[in-house]
């Protein structure tokens, strides 16, 4: 059987990146999504497991010392995370999984495992990102002024992604989305044991 691929999405507040991700999913059961785990209390409608893996300081800090922890930060009081062993699980199943993530995390996972494949979503611009913003009716000025200067940040980081999409058009994003994962398929990277396997055979 051979390893599953692991997948580091990621893009700015707005750009789509959770309905595409949802697409994806929806379309193959196949491929595992990574829940994160966080020691804040679900809100309401929140599902352990699903939403999040809602854990205690205490665990989580036990996650972090054996080193069961892809990558965590501390928000607000509370830490969130990716654990390593439902990741790496599925992976060694023959799963790939998607990674949904802020750039810092991303940055962490693909130190953790080179061979993980990064995709940044792109939106159209800055200005069409706002646009989106504003439509949603659902934050002040000063704080879709605040999304889209940190917008323009975690842009800056998408040259050290392998892949950008750009959601001008969903079903293009996700059909996009969907080619980037096949052809990770072929790439170096994500090879190397078949690669050395091949060598072996000589």
Avoid: W
Avoid at 76 to 93: E, H, I, Q, R, S
Avoid at 122 to 148: C, F, G, N, Q, W
């Amino acid at each position: 059987m051979s390893k599953g691929t692991l997948f580091v999405i990621s893009a700015p507040s707005g750009t789509g990146k959770g309905t595409i991700v949802s697409r994806i999913l929806a379309d193959d059961p196949s491929v595992h999504f990574s829940v994160s785990a966080t020691t804040r209390g679900p809100r309401e409608g929140e599902t352990d497991g699903v939403n999040y893996y809602f854990i205690t300081r205490e665990e989580f800090s036990g996650l972090i010392e054996s080193g069961g922890m892809l990558e965590y930060a501390e928000f607000c009081g509370n830490f969130y995370g990716t654990p390593k062993k439902p990741v790496f699980d599925n992976l060694l199943a023959g799963h790939d999984v998607i990674l949904e993530i802020e750039t810092v995390g991303a940055m962490k996972v693909k130190k953790a495992c080179p061979e993980a494949v990064g995709i940044f979503i792109l939106p159209p611009s800055l200005y069409e990102l706002r646009r989106r913003l504003e439509k949603r009716a659902t934050d002040p000025e000063e704080v879709i002024s605040a999304r889209v200067a940190q917008a323009k940040s975690e842009i800056e980081k998408s040259y050290q992604y392998d892949y950008v999409v750009v959601n001008d058009d969903l079903e293009k994003a996700v059909a996009d989305v969907k080619t980037v994962m096949k052809a990770a398929k072929n790439m170096t990277k994500t090879n190397k044991e078949t690669i050395e396997g091949v060598l072996l055979k000589c």
